[in-house]
Nanobody, 124 residues
Framework: QVQLVESGGGLVQAGGSLRLSCAVS????????MGWFRQAPGKERDVVAV????????YYTDSVKGRFTISRDNAKNTVYLQINSLKPEDTALYYC?????????????????WGQGTQVTVSS
């Protein structure tokens, strides 16, 4: 059974940093995409960053480029999202996701496995 468990969220002031972690169990996703999505109240779940380990490929949505960094520790089967220069508009529930298929997928419907989410709240 595949499980994704996020951690690392919290309440921070604008300009602060957080490091989100996603521990994966049940299988590895070396050749598949793993991503971070976020969903603010009343809004859709949107992609934040995606990585495909075997291809060395990453994707970032425009609003986080230069501030967020996605990385993987394959030995620990864990994906991270380093979030710097936080803004109030980054406030959301952040989800980790994994897909069975290949390719740098950026749509939530393309992902097969999801974590329960970790809340990030940024105060101004």
């Amino acid at each position: 059974q595949v499980q994704l468990v996020e951690s690392g969220g919290g309440l921070v002031q604008a300009g602060g940093s957080l490091r989100l972690s996603c521990a994966v169990s049940g299988r590895t996703f070396m050749r598949s995409a793993m991503g971070w999505f976020r969903q603010a109240p009343g809004k859709e779940r949107d992609v934040v960053a995606v990585t495909v380990s075997s291809a060395g490929a990453t994707y970032y949505t425009d609003s986080v480029k230069g501030r967020f960094t996605i990385s993987r520790d394959n030995a620990k089967n864990t994906v991270y999202l380093q979030i710097n220069s936080l803004k109030p508009e980054d406030t959301a529930l952040y989800y980790c996701a994994a897909r069975r298929g290949a390719g740098l997928a950026t749509q939530s419907g393309e992902y097969d496995y999801w974590g329960q989410g970790t809340q990030v709240t940024v105060s101004s």
